[in-house]
């Protein structure tokens, strides 16, 4: 599989286990809601990137990973929501900005090269 040899995949899926903790530690309440959003808006990044490494052109994996960025915008979004209710502590939160910020930059980073191949 292609998406296989791309370094930023393997980033992702250690992220992805982060993001798993951290939204099985989230109240009871929210178990079915915020949390199962934010395992299956992460989940969506490497889906995403997988999905798009195997279309037959370069545009459709840069589309691909186009919603890739989106879907790290809406893991940013519930943090930023788990924050304002208290579910996390601005260290939790800020040390998961870092990460999603890291995986947009890379994503990016992607895309330019692709455009530029």
Request: aromatic share 10%; net charge positive; proline share 1%.
């Amino acid at each position: 599989m292609r998406f296989w040899t791309f370094r930023i995949y393997d980033e992702i899926r250690v992220f992805i286990k982060e993001i798993y903790k951290l939204a099985d530690s989230l109240p009871k309440k929210e178990q079915y809601e915020l949390a199962s959003q934010l395992r299956r808006a992460a989940t969506s990044i490497l889906l995403n990137l997988a999905e798009g490494s195997m279309k037959l052109s370069d545009a459709e994996l840069n589309r691909h990973i186009i919603i890739a960025i989106g879907s790290t915008a809406e893991v940013v979004a519930i943090l930023d929501i788990c924050l304002d209710q208290k579910y996390i502590n601005s260290s939790i939160h800020d040390t998961y900005m870092i990460k999603c910020e890291a995986i947009t930059k890379q994503l990016y980073g992607f895309c330019r090269k692709l455009k530029h191949k």
